[in-house]
């Protein structure tokens, strides 16, 4: 069987569109955290298409590829073997598909093999913006509070300088110490995870690490550094075997690294702090002066959205989120949850339609060429909940209002981990925070709703609601019912 790799290009079916430019050789101006699905499908899409408006101008704005957790290195290995070429396959229906090889990754390093260089990469003068996908649950705050968790393992692993580090902090500590020393020039540090304040956050959290590490730092990164906040957006499933598969009985070859996405793109940055950015509003990107409400309507009606039919879909039995979101029942609570819960909650926007926005969100998620599913969204949840939903949640009743839908998709939650625990199914629950779960769960066997709502760390001062925790419960006892 055919593979993708640099000496197949020329041999792809002439539907599969392949890069329109050589690969180039100058450094590239990104170092970037993360290189799952979602990146390739989004940033390195929007870069690609940037450079593809002027190869010889925009050549630096390649993109160095990091992934530094242990798990990566059989991504990594498969992306080396296909000389870092990947097809992004692009499909809704009643469209044509687009499928397209991206070779905008220009280098990719592994963590536990290349931390020298990493650390070496971002200081240097070529280096303009080091970009980050690595999940909510990456920048290792406190879901209520939003402080910094100085006490985890690897965080304090990296505090020692002697250390090869684990996390992005740890790296970035020392690449940072390395470009000031260097007098390196300007950096942009750019967070394009799905957190509210996403640059503020990666701003806060990598303070909170030089305080301890090397406080000295922080006034550099102060002054020589800017943290824009964006709004991210293009769903991406995990590719699965059956999409491998597919590409490689319609099209003729194998791609180990296929990534399968949504036609929708929308990326909003911050106008005021990126300024050293290249023109990216030819591809397809916007900026605007304060993106925080973009960032709300999406993380509210999308990501919000997505945990309730993605949770009442795995309760009702469903494995697909296009099934999910097309069953009466669940259809019909997307609507409600976006008319009384979150567009409520959302300051108006000039220019925008929050109703057409959750509309074209509903179309989105029944896209059943992309086959997303309720696992996808409900894996991470810990961390997720408190920045997709509670904001929700507690704006509301702050409003004066008890959130139905929002209690109902908290019990959908305690559903689902109770569940699993109790049927000692614990490792299907992809969480980071699973264990925590299972001890809280098995010490309070008698009323681990209760536990669950008392989880601060989660749900802050929430169980204090009275009104809406008994919504909670009365969901609670009508689901086991
Ligand atoms: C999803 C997101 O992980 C989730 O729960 O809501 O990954 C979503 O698909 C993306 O944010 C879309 O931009």
């Not at 959290?205 to 000295?216: A, C, N, R, Y």
């Not at 709004?231 to 598969?245: K, Y």
Request: proline content about 4%; overall charge negative; some cysteine.
């Amino acid at each position: 069987m055919k593979r993708l790799n640099k000496g197949s290009l020329d041999t792809l079916d002439a539907a599969i569109n392949v890069p329109v430019y050589e690969r180039p050789t100058t450094e590239s101006a990104i170092v970037h955290f993360g290189i799952g699905g979602f990146h390739r499908s989004h940033q390195a899409y929007a870069f690609q298409r940037l450079i593809e408006t002027d190869p010889g101008l925009y050549a630096a704005w390649t993109i160095c590829g990091v992934c530094i957790l242990p798990q990566d290195k059989q991504f990594v290995d498969k992306m080396k073997q296909q000389d870092l070429l990947y097809s992004l396959r692009v499909s809704a229906s009643g469209m044509k598909e687009e499928i397209t090889v991206m070779n905008i990754i220009t280098r990719l390093l592994f963590g536990p093999e290349d931390h020298e260089e990493i650390i070496e990469r971002i200081s240097l003068e070529t280096t303009r913006v080091v970009s980050f996908t690595i999940t909510e649950g990456g920048y290792n705050i406190d879901g209520a509070t939003g402080c910094f968790l100085s006490d985890h393992p690897d965080i304090q692993h990296d505090l020692d300088p002697a250390n090869p580090p684990k996390t992005v902090f740890g790296y970035l500590a020392r690449g940072l110490k390395k470009r000031k020393d260097r007098g390196a020039g300007r950096l942009i540090l750019m967070s394009c995870d799905n957190i509210q304040e996403n640059g503020a956050v990666l701003k806060m959290t990598l303070g909170s690490f030089l305080d301890m590490f090397d406080s000295s730092l922080k006034a550099y990164v102060e002054a020589n550094t800017d943290f824009p906040n964006s709004m991210v957006d293009r769903i991406t499933p995990v590719t699965g075997a059956a999409d491998r598969t597919k590409l490689e009985e319609d099209y003729g070859y194998r791609d180990e690294c296929l990534v399968v996405c949504e036609p929708f793109f929308q990326w909003v940055i911050e106008k005021d702090q990126a300024t050293a950015l290249p023109p990216l509003e030819t591809a397809g990107v916007s900026r605007v002066e304060d993106v925080r409400p973009y960032e709300k309507m999406k993380l509210g009606i999308l990501n919000g959205g997505h945990s309730l039919v993605g949770l009442l879909g795995k309760a009702m039995g469903y494995a697909y989120i296009y099934e999910a979101v097309n069953e009466g029942r669940i259809s019909a609570l997307y609507e409600l949850y976006n008319r009384y819960e979150v567009i409520p909650s959302l300051a108006p926007l000039e220019g925008v339609s929050y109703d057409a926005y959750a509309g074209k969100v509903k179309e989105r998620f029944g896209n059943a060429l992309i086959r997303d599913t309720s696992d996808r969204i409900i894996s991470g949840s810990t961390a997720k909940i408190p920045k997709f939903v509670l904001p929700v949640v507690n704006q509301r009743i702050a409003q004066g209002e008890n959130p139905v839908i929002g209690a109902l998709i908290l019990a959908c939650w305690w559903d689902y981990l109770d569940r699993f625990i109790a049927a000692g199914n614990m490792e299907k629950i992809e969480d980071p925070s699973k264990e925590e779960w299972l001890q809280l769960f098995g010490e309070n066997k008698a009323d681990t709703l209760t536990a669950f709502l008392n989880k601060k760390d989660v749900f802050g001062d929430l169980a204090k609601q009275g009104r809406f925790c008994e919504t909670v419960k009365y969901y609670a006892d009508l689901i086991r019912k």
